[in-house]
């Protein structure tokens, strides 16, 4: 069999070890005769292919099977003249700000160049920035997408280079994706805040964001914990503009009931000035109302009382995202289509939702 087809098997081995779908590090690697049957080809061609693997670096020998010993293609230890675009959200976010830095890590390491620019929650901005990139000679993009609706998403599609996706996938475009469980993490947080017997509930959301997971897995929780729709209010404030969400957490918290109310927000900024709210009105925490926050940023720990808040690991993002986008750089990109890796999340929590006499052991 000509070499090049074990060269493309190879290219395609290394996409999808990159990609997750072959395992992760110490995991099993197939046998000769599985890969033999997975590509038909011959048993000679299939054990060549393993011994390179092997010689690589990439896998392992472990008795009479091989592991998986690392996911990264060899390539990826040699210097590059690569130029890498990453398209933030927000780099005023300290999430944001801190994916971008481990994936500029990454870039070096790789001997690559990073350049970052912010959509700032428009879609016409990112559209703008995106389009400068590849103007910009870049050999992929690492994106924190806004778009919304079909006809933004179609967008993508013009870019012309690699990209992969950090945060969340797409509706209509099959694409590679590191995500979060967002949903899954908005769900685990109501039945938290319904355990502290909280009837009544509020979200702060984001303007502009017209597909919220973490807003969806919230109502899910609470129905699952018999709360009637009626029992949230939902409130999208722009964060550009900290005087208006101010006005409109002011006004939720005058509005509010006798009851304990249980607020649960976007992200953790929302959740700080909403905590400030509650000590210029008086307000007792987590007594009184319960605040919720999404990100555990440093801010989360320092602030009184400390923020109850979701946590992902932010490192293993930008490595997923970046060792995906290089091997799509190298080696093309998947023949089967776009592959999302979910990364798990956590509640971590701290007193902003529990009574002290209540607090769960850590």
Not at 71 to 77: I, K, S, W
Not at 78 to 107: N, Q
Not at 232 to 238: I, K, N
Request: glycine share 6%; aromatic share 8%; with cysteine.
């Amino acid at each position: 069999m000509p070499a090049s087809k074990s060269d493309e098997i190879l290219k395609k081995i290394y996409r999808e070890l990159a990609a997750g779908k072959l395992g992760q590090v110490g995991t099993p690697f197939l046998t000769v005769r599985e890969l033999a049957a997975a590509e038909n080809i011959s048993l000679k061609t299939a054990f060549n292919i393993v011994s390179r693997l092997n010689n690589e670096g990439i896998i392992g020998k472990e008795g009479r099977s091989y592991k998986i010993l690392q996911t990264r293609p060899p390539a990826l230890n040699h210097k590059s003249s690569m130029l890498i675009g990453f398209m933030a959200t927000c780099l005023e976010s300290p999430f944001f700000a801190k994916l971008a830095c481990h994936a500029e890590e990454m870039a070096h390491s790789a001997g690559a160049s990073l350049i970052i620019a912010s959509s700032n929650y428009n879609f016409e901005t990112e559209k703008e920035r995106l389009e400068m990139f590849v103007r910009q000679g870049v050999s992929g993009i690492m994106i924190c997408p806004w778009a919304a609706t079909k006809k933004e998403e179609a967008f993508y599609k013009t870019l012309n280079v690699p990209f992969v996706l950090l945060g969340r996938k797409l509706e209509t475009i099959s694409c590679d994706a590191v995500l979060v469980n967002n949903q899954k993490a908005g769900t685990q947080m109501a039945h938290h805040l319904c355990k502290q017997g909280i009837k009544e509930f509020a979200y702060i959301g984001q303007q502009g964001k017209l597909l919220d997971s973490r807003l969806s897995g919230f109502r899910t929780g609470l129905m699952e914990n018999a709360i009637s729709e009626k029992c949230l209010s939902t409130h999208f404030l722009d964060s550009h503009f900290p005087e208006e969400c101010r006005k409109t957490i002011l006004k939720l918290l005058k509005n509010r009931s006798g009851a304990r109310l249980g607020i649960f927000c976007y992200h953790d900024l929302f959740a700080v000035r909403v905590i400030h709210c509650c000590a210029e009105l008086g307000i007792k925490i987590p007594e009184e109302v319960s605040v919720a926050g999404f990100d555990d940023l440093p801010a989360a720990k320092e602030i009184y009382p400390p923020l109850t808040s979701v946590s992902y690991p932010v490192p293993e993002m930008a490595r997923i995202a970046f060792e995906t986008l290089y091997a799509k750089i190298r080696f093309g990109s998947h023949p089967d289509g776009g592959i999302a890796r979910y990364l798990d999340s956590k509640c971590v929590i701290r007193e902003s939702t529990v009574i002290k006499n209540n607090h769960p052991k850590r």
